[in-house]
């Protein structure tokens, strides 16, 4: 196995810059227009269930794979029949999707505790780790205590917070990457 040359670790640390540069900003513009990001995450779940849907179609009709056609072709419908779900009942799909991301940033939260206990001593972002932990549990709590009479807007804002959140936690990692003994 070889080692990391300095080109790589540049490399790297572009990626995490770059990747928390776009998560700031998606992150400022659901919390800009939160109802409308709640529903434009909705939609474009149901487009790409509808189109993955279509595609394991196609895989279930005409792939070589015998034995798979059936399961292929089960999955096929449930995604195509969810995805036209999401886009035909906006509010409900809102709902469905915001216990399921409070859900989600509520796990987050337990992998980026376990992200930083393993940083720690290795790397000073650690704490800006733990920071994007402490905002998945709280974030995801928020959620989960003003169900559902917040879910139209709180998704949005929320789904916000978060990328905010995992944005600076991005580019601090990338920051203080060169003096991590080992990350």
């Known amino acids: 196995m070889s080692t990391p040359t300095s080109s790589d670790r540049t490399k790297g640390r572009l990626w995490y810059?770059?990747?928390?540069?776009?998560?700031?900003?998606?992150?400022?513009?659901?919390?800009?227009?939160?109802?409308?990001?709640?529903?434009?995450?909705?939609?474009?779940?149901?487009?790409?269930?509808?189109?993955?849907?279509?595609?394991?179609?196609?895989?279930?009709?005409?792939?070589?794979?015998?034995?798979?056609?059936?399961l292929d072709l089960a999955s096929s419908v449930l995604r195509i029949a969810v995805g036209v779900l999401l886009i035909a009942k906006v509010l409900a799909g809102v709902m469905s999707l915001t216990y399921i991301v409070a859900s989600l940033f509520i796990a987050e939260g337990v992998l980026g505790l376990i992200f930083a206990w393993n940083l720690y001593g290795k790397n000073p972002a650690w704490i800006w780790v733990l920071l994007n932990a402490v905002a998945g549990f709280v974030l995801g709590g928020m959620l989960m205590a003003n169900f559902p009479s917040d879910a139209a807007w709180a998704l949005g804002l929320l789904f916000g917070i978060n990328c905010l959140f995992l944005a600076s936690s991005l580019i601090m990692f990338a920051w203080h990457l060169p003096q991590a003994e080992r990350a």
């Open 17 to 70: 810059f770059s990747g928390g540069g776009l998560l700031a900003l998606i992150g400022i513009a659901s919390i800009g227009r939160p109802g409308l990001a709640s529903v434009a995450i909705e939609q474009f779940l149901g487009a790409f269930l509808i189109a993955s849907g279509v595609v394991l179609l196609f895989s279930a009709a005409f792939g070589k794979a015998e034995r798979h056609r059936i």
